[in-house]
């Protein structure tokens, strides 16, 4: 029988708001408390910190501090000292903040028996090639640092093995939600009660989402077939002011009917899946979308674009492609075999985090 882990400290983005990456830091914290072991949380982009009591409450609830220089003391403090014999998991977006802090971090949990970096963004190959040569030499002598190296994908996976090789897992991040869901606001519940088939996109308010190719995808559906058809736009995290307020008018007059949603809680978010026909991803690149496999989960089409490897049986249609994302929409209305994907898609993924802090 291996031996259960004692300290495990997560460093990274936690909820609220909620995200990809926050809700899987949650779930995660959640499981390692489950199986008796104590978790730390370091969140360096608030500043704050949480450590588990020994059981599982609703959330860990990370204490704030009252000025920013006393939060970065309290960051400091907080590393050094969770840090000492435990596994110390680090979770990183795209990475240029996070090279200019990685050798403070570093220095600061020298101590620790294990530290793990895990690379969620899609992006994130984008950011480490547009790096100057001096920067790009800092990422690379950061990314060596750490024992083990997790990515999301195969496609950051051929980027990172030559430069740590032997080092680097594929492991989506994706854990299963509790099966609890939410009730969803009034108003939405009105909207899905008008509807024959609900369609469902989420992301942030960026470009790289690309809500256009949806909104015009679906109109060009809408022509073809006498359903009523409505479009969910799950937003969360960050609206970019300088496309979010025009993209957001233009899917709201759009012919297609559509409700944008803000902030809904993951159980509120699995509640919407579970009423939807398809989800939606047309992102232009992407990690490994959670959305995708909780969609799964919940017996609901996918379809996605080709951006970047995404899980077997997805439907898959180009980027930027809305021609072709109607096609695919209208082969998947007439079989609902199309974007379904096999259980192996949506698997809980904790127990090979586990042999990555444990080898």
Same mark, same amino acid.
């Given at each position: ?19 990809? $990456? ?29 450590? +588990? ?26 590393? $050094? @000292?969770?840090?000492?014999?435990? /596994? ?55 990314? @060596? ?6 990515? $999301?994908?195969? +496609?950051?996976? @051929? ?10 897992? /594929? ?30 996109? +989420? ?42 307020? +025009? ?62 490897? @995404? ?44 042999? /990555?802090?444990?080898?």
């Amino acid at each position: 029988m291996e031996k259960a882990l004692e300290r495990v400290t997560l460093v990274g983005g936690y909820p609220p708001p909620y995200g990809g $990456v926050t809700t899987h830091m949650e779930r995660l914290a959640h499981k390692l408390i489950a199986d008796g072991c104590r978790v730390a949380v370091i969140n360096p982009y608030n500043l704050g910190v949480a450590v +588990s009591s020994g059981c599982v409450p609703p959330r860990l609830l990370l204490s704030r501090p009252a000025s920013r220089l006393r939060g970065l003391w309290q960051l400091m403090r907080a590393l $050094v @000292r969770e840090s000492r014999g435990a /596994v110390v998991h680090f979770h990183m977006v795209e990475g240029d903040r996070f090279y200019r802090c990685a050798p403070l971090f570093l220095a600061l949990t020298r101590r620790a028996c294990k530290r793990v970096l895990t690379i969620h963004s899609g992006g994130w190959a984008r950011a480490f090639f547009k790096l100057g040569p001096l920067q790009r030499r800092l990422a690379v002598h950061s990314l @060596r640092a750490f024992d083990d190296i997790i990515c $999301v994908n195969a +496609s950051q996976q @051929r980027i990172l093995e030559p430069l740590v090789y032997g080092r680097v897992h /594929v492991i989506p991040a994706f854990l299963p939600p509790c099966p609890t869901l939410e009730p969803l606001p009034e108003p939405l519940l009105a909207f899905l009660d008008s509807l024959d088939h609900l369609f469902v996109t +989420s992301g942030c308010g960026e470009a790289l989402y690309d809500y256009e190719t949806i909104r015009y995808g679906l109109e060009l559906v809408r022509g073809r077939i006498p359903a009523r058809i409505g479009l969910v736009v799950a937003t969360y995290s960050y609206w970019d002011p300088g496309y979010w307020p +025009s993209m957001a008018a233009r899917l709201q007059s759009s012919g297609v009917a559509t409700c944008i949603t803000r902030g809904l809680t993951p159980p509120q978010f699995l509640a919407l899946l579970s009423q939807a026909r398809m989800y939606l991803r047309a992102s232009l690149t992407d990690g490994d979308s959670v959305a995708i496999r909780e969609a799964a989960l919940m017996g609901v089409q996918v379809l996605a674009t080709d951006a970047v490897p @995404r899980p077997p049986g997805t439907a898959l249609f180009p980027a930027g492609d809305a021609c072709k994302l109607a096609e695919t929409i209208l082969e998947a209305l007439a079989n609902q075999e199309i974007g379904r994907l096999p259980a192996e898609s949506y698997c809980d993924t904790y127990a090979a985090l586990l042999k /990555v802090y444990r080898d």
